[in-house]
T-cell receptor
């Protein structure tokens, strides 16, 4: 099946610094990618939809100036957590769905996730 | 927007018994309903999915049923094994490549 690769798998940063997380679709083109955040023992909460060549669409309550999303190519989306604080510590996961073949509902593929710890 | 509710939040069964997890969704336009198994610290793994033009789908010990009228779908695991222990999430989306909205999750424990 299709592969989505996310990097880094874990990162520890100091409060006030910024962290960039990369999400790549390795064998398909993804005009749209999705960023989720998962706190311990909770569900995956959609943060934003990353759109290639245009602005990301953020879910209600997600600060777009804090969580910067860039989708500069058909295979790469990045999430930058700016001025990170301890409450931003979480598991961040990206996802993409392969649009190859045109019509038809397609499976979503997930990156490995990034464990962010802000100290 | 779409809202997905999932029950129960925890489920404990004896090995060999069946487990059933239920989800309801709010958006009647949703047409894709996957189920994921997630182990601690890992990415969700797709275990089965169903599209809105199908009422039931089975894959060995796992089955999913969909009731579009009532807007609910269920995961059935038969002959449970200890390795089935994990957190299970349902999800829903509409369109061919639209975002997935996840349920709240069910922690399944299978005791030997």
């Amino acid at each position: 099946g299709a592969v989505v690769s996310q990097h880094p798998s874990w990162v520890i940063c100091k409060s006030g610094t910024s962290v960039k997380i990369e999400c790549r679709s390795l064998d398909f083109q993804a005009t749209t990618m999705f960023w989720y955040r998962q706190f311990p023992k909770q569900s995956l909460m959609l943060m934003a939809t990353s759109n290639e060549g245009s602005k990301a669409t953020y879910e209600q309550g997600v600060e777009k100036d804090k969580f910067l999303i860039n989708h500069a190519s058909l295979t790469l989306s990045t999430l930058t957590v700016t001025s990170a604080h301890p409450e931003d510590s979480s598991f961040y996961i990206c996802s993409a769905r392969d649009r190859a073949g045109g019509a038809g509902v397609t499976e979503a593929f997930f990156g490995q996730g990034t464990r962010l710890t802000v100290v | 927007g779409e809202n997905v509710e999932q029950h129960p939040s925890t489920l404990s069964v004896q090995e060999g018994d069946s487990a059933v997890i239920k989800c309801t969704y709010s958006d009647s336009a949703s047409n894709y309903f996957p189920w994921y198994k997630q182990e601690l610290g890992k990415r969700p793994q797709l275990i089965i999915d169903i599209r809105s033009n199908v009422g039931e789908k089975k894959d060995q010990r796992i089955a999913v049923t969909l009731n579009k009228t009532a807007k609910h779908f269920s995961l059935h695991i038969t002959e449970t094994q200890p390795e089935d222990s994990a957190v299970y999430f349902c999800a829903a989306s509409k369109g061919n490549t639209d975002k997935l909205i996840f349920g709240t999750g069910t922690r399944l424990q299978v005791f030997p």
